[in-house]
């Protein structure tokens, strides 16, 4: 199935912090997020769902970054959860 899209809301949510706000901008992890292109990323994996057959997808982004992590450091599939 194709991944859900979850509306990204500028509305603070009160008692909750931004996770921008949480992590270091600094980080080398952080950084490299900001180079990717991740719509360009998508638009070459979105052709591999299909709507309406299996489960819902898992987001893109994620998928894609949790590969990068298991391969730059040497990761098994538990550890990269």
């Given at each position: 199935m194709v991944p859900r899209t979850t509306p990204r809301s500028t509305q603070p949510v009160p008692g909750r912090q931004r996770l921008a706000d949480l992590i270091d901008p600094h980080h080398r992890l952080a950084r490299l997020a900001g180079f990717i292109d991740w719509s360009a990323i998508k638009a070459r994996f979105?052709?591999?769902?299909?709507?309406?057959?299996?489960?819902?997808?898992?987001?893109?982004?994620?998928?894609?970054?949790?590969?990068?992590?298991?391969?730059?450091?040497?990761l098994s599939d538990e550890e990269s959860l």
């Open positions: 979105r052709v591999l769902y299909v709507a309406g057959v299996g489960r819902p997808g898992v987001p893109i982004r994620l998928m894609v970054g949790l590969h990068y992590l298991k391969h730059a450091f040497d």
